[in-house]
């Protein structure tokens, strides 16, 4: 009995709540009223595209990443030790406003990163899956912006 507890409850925390995942048209949407589609070059398409990668399109998400000591938060997985908490240096916020589906700070941030020197290469799944795709404009299909 103990076991399957365990199990149940290790099942609980590992699978994320299907209320906070958005659809890719839903992401698409708020990122262009955000005003996210051209900053510093980069189409909608590459941030729809890194919103998969990152969290698939979960705005809520917080992954550890123990090997590198720090820990991502919302959309696109905003680095604690560079962007905000101890790095407020870049986004000067709390690494929590990062997690509201609204994404209008998580949307504040990334303008804020993206201008950096790396641009959207800050994040390594976004030149590891989208950076050199020929069909990003596939992350807009079916949308109505």
Partial sequence: MKA???LSLIGCLVVPSG???MGHCKVAKKL???GLDYVEGYSLEN???LAY???KFNPTAV???LPGGYTGYGLFQIRS???CDKGKICCHMSCSALLNPNLKKTIECAKRIVKGREGMGAWPSWSLNC???DNLVRWLDGCKL
């Fill in 19 to 21: 209320a906070a995942i």
């Fill in 131 to 133: 950076r050199f795709v």
């Fill in 81 to 83: 030790y560079d962007w």
């Fill in 32 to 34: 262009y009223e955000g």
């Fill in 63 to 65: 992954y550890e990443n």
């Fill in 47 to 49: 941030w729809v595209c």
């Fill in 4 to 6: 399957s507890m365990v």
């Fill in 53 to 55: 990668f990152e969290s």
